[in-house]
């Protein structure tokens, strides 16, 4: 078995606010190991469910550079930096049989909800695919789904687990915290946080015969019409020098894909774009 975990950082325990999550900032360096705590946490839960498993981690925050690679388990490999093929979920291309999401949190505008954002909350108010809002969870389930690897968990606060109901009813969670506010949460302890995730995973990759069957539903098969609403007017100039890319209103910017792939790559491209 080839296990995928894509691990971002707003959902992870003991992080409420920006300063946490951003290099060169707070207590940044500090949660880097926590993060890799809860990653590890999920690599020993994929090794109790078949103790020969491969797994690819792959970085999933901003510079999709956060782990401490040498406190990382060793039976993972790890793969870092940006741009990547895939970006949260590279690595998917390399035949995985499940995925699993760390760290998670809410799409774009849900309220109360820690660090809600959909890719870049400086850039993008919400992504849409076939008229379908997808933040992070649904877009990297809905690649994954392409693909035919089921996500089976996420791990995150309440309001990511309530979201991924509505993306994929059979996926599992674990609530590491309680949102009280875009910057406030109840947190589990990490090690808390850690122990139910190691107990969660080998529960969900047991389970994903069941969800491959459910997330069939995700499969988008044929063109797909991506619709990306965006915060700042500077960011459509820019977004509009993409072969493709039309101006749908003031806000949104409107792409008629190939397929779901393409549309999760001009998302991240028009991001990439406003970000600059
Ligand atoms: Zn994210």
């Known amino acids: 078995m080839r296990v995928l975990i894509s691990v971002d950082m707003e959902g992870a325990a003991g992080v409420v606010d920006g300063a946490d999550v951003s290099p060169g900032e707070g207590a940044y360096e500090h949660n880097r190991g926590l993060l890799t705590e809860e990653t590890n946490a999920a690599v020993r839960g994929v090794h109790a469910c078949e103790p020969g498993a491969q797994v690819l981690v792959t970085e999933a925050h901003g510079p999709f550079r956060n782990l401490v690679p040498e406190r ?11 741009p990547k093929p895939d970006g949260m979920m590279a690595g998917l291309a390399d035949g995985v049989d499940a995925a699993l999401f760390i760290g998670y949190h809410g799409k774009a505008g849900t309220a109360r909800s820690v660090m809600a954002h ?9 992504v849409r ?10 877009l990297n389930a809905t690649l994954a789904a392409h693909r ?6 996420v791990s995150g606060d309440d309001t990511v687990a309530a979201e991924a109901a509505g993306v994929a009813p059979r996926m599992h969670t674990v609530v590491v ?4 506010g875009a910057h406030a949460a109840a947190l589990l302890h990490p090690d808390e946080a850690c122990d139910r995730i190691e107990q969660a995973v080998p529960r969900a990759l ?3 015969e069941a969800i491959a069957e459910a997330m069939g539903a995700l499969r988008v ?3 797909v019409l991506l619709e990306v609403d965006v915060l700042m007017p500077h960011m459509t100039e820019r977004a ?11 806000r949104t910017l409107r792409y008629r894909a190939p397929d779901f792939p393409t549309a999760y790559q001009v998302t991240q491209l028009i991001t990439m774009l406003g970000g600059i």
């Open 129 to 138: 695919c076939d008229g379908r809002s997808l933040g992070e969870l649904g």
């Open 148 to 153: 035919g690897v089921p996500a089976v968990l």
């Open 221 to 223: 098969d044929g063109p």
């Open 206 to 208: 047991a389970d994903r």
């Open 240 to 250: 509009l020098l993409v072969p493709g890319v039309e101006l749908a209103d003031g």
């Open 118 to 126: 959909t890719i870049h909350g400086g850039v993008v108010a919400d």
């Open 72 to 82: 990382l388990d060793r039976r993972a490999e790890l793969l870092r930096g940006k």
């Open 177 to 180: 915290k309680r949102a009280l």
